[in-house]
T-cell receptor, first 116, second 115 residues
Framework: NAGVTQTPKFQVLKTGQSMTLQCAQD?????MSWYRQDPGMGLRLIHY???????DQGEVPNGYNVSRSTTEDFPLRLLSAAPSQTSVYFC???????????????FGPGTRLLVL | GENVEQHPSTLSVQEGDSAVIKCTYS??????FPWYKQELGKRPQLIID?????GEKKDQRIAVTLNKTAKHFSLHITETQPEDSAVYFC??????????????FGQGTILTVHP
């Protein structure tokens, strides 16, 4: 299993540009989420999904859109990038894995985004 | 919603000493409390978690304690080693049984272990 994968690893955008951060998991997990990580502020939830076709807002959803057409994929879209969106973005999936009796949340490797 | 406060923000110890990181939470319905370790440039990795039906859980040099009355929980690392140096995050969530809801994270603690 690849676990949770994210692309790209690093991206530079100009203010106003749009882009999509990709996230995929091969563990058949229903629950997926996006976080942003800024210095001194921990991990803040942007959007999450409890299954295909179902998404909801987290703590800091403004400026971001998501959709969940399949169980495996959960892309995050920035429609008009702003410097305040410079951050490290982590995708996570949560569910059962072999050998563990309860749900566990796993993070992807992250995407570093710089908006100029 | 849930609010999680984590202290201290930085912690420096000598190799072999113990390290303690504390978190408080606001939502009395929260019943799942994981701890994540994040090394520089890497993703957060789960190191230990505890559910509200127990007061303490141990895994080798790492232990977590939970006080539901006071709404706080702590991470204890004994016999620290330089490779324990990282950022540690606590989190809290409500949920039932084997599943749980949205995780709210603390602000993180930078732990430095000096050889």
């Amino acid at each position: 299993n690849a676990g949770v994968t994210q692309t790209p690893k690093f991206q530079v955008l100009k203010t106003g540009q749009s882009m999509t951060l990709q996230c995929a998991q091969d563990m058949n997990h229903e629950y997926m989420s996006w976080y942003r990580q800024d210095p001194g502020m921990g991990l803040r939830l942007i959007h999450y999904s409890v299954g295909a076709g179902i998404t909801d807002q987290g703590e800091v959803p403004n400026g971001y859109n998501v959709s969940r057409s399949t169980t495996e994929d959960f892309p995050l879209r920035l429609l008009s990038a702003a410097p305040s969106q410079t951050s490290v973005y982590f995708c996570a999936s949560r569910g059962f894995v072999q050998g563990k009796p309860k749900e566990t949340q796993y993070f992807g490797p992250g995407t570093r985004l710089l908006v100029l | 919603g849930e609010n999680v406060e984590q202290h201290p923000s930085t912690l420096s110890v000598q190799e072999g000493d113990s390290a303690v990181i504390k978190c408080t939470y606001s939502d009395s319905a929260s019943n799942y409390f994981p701890w994540y370790k994040q090394e520089l440039g890497k993703r957060p990795q789960l190191i230990i978690d505890i559910r509200s039906n127990v007061g303490e859980k141990k895994d080798q040099r790492i232990a977590v304690t939970l006080n539901k009355t006071a709404k706080h929980f702590s991470l204890h690392i004994t016999e620290t080693q330089p490779e324990d140096s990282a950022v540690y995050f606590c989190a809290a969530s409500s949920g039932g049984g084997t599943s749980y809801g949205k995780l709210t994270f603390g602000q993180g603690t930078i732990l430095t272990v000096h050889p």
